[in-house]
Nanobody
Framework: VQLQASGGGLVQAGESLRLSCAAS????????MEWYRQAPKNQREFVGS???????KYVDSVKGRFIISRDNDKNTAYLQMNSLKPEDTALYLC???????????????WGQGTLVTVSS
């Protein structure tokens, strides 16, 4: 199983970006898909999550600006980031809880991250 995050880049404050996190490989089911971010010299921070049923959670600092969605047919989660601020600059990583078969347990898998830089 692999997770591939993409969509990062350099934008100006106030602009938008959409990140993608695509899971591939031997996948039976995906439970929660999550986004984290890590800025230089900072600890990894939870950004938001979405369950298989579509329920979402967000850290307070992105509520009203970021939207998480997923396409279960494509095993892909998205992070729509609007009204970006310089403090959103970070490496954005995705994590998914994946079962490889009907009989296996759920394992957490991490993607390699995609860099988002917001200039003021």
């Amino acid at each position: 199983v692999q997770l591939q995050a993409s969509g990062g880049g350099l934008v100006q404050a106030g602009e938008s970006l959409r990140l993608s996190c695509a899971a591939s490989g031997s996948i039976y089911s995906i439970d929660r898909m999550e986004w984290y971010r890590q800025a230089p010299k900072n600890q990894r921070e939870f950004v938001g999550s979405i369950t298989s049923g579509g329920a979402t959670k967000y850290v307070d600092s992105v509520k009203g600006r970021f939207i998480i969605s997923r396409d279960n047919d494509k095993n892909t989660a998205y992070l729509q980031m609007n009204s970006l601020k310089p403090e959103d600059t970070a490496l954005y990583l995705c994590k998914s809880n994946i079962a490889k078969s009907r009989w296996s347990g759920v394992t957490d898998y991490w993607g390699q991250g995609t860099l988002v830089t917001v200039s003021s």
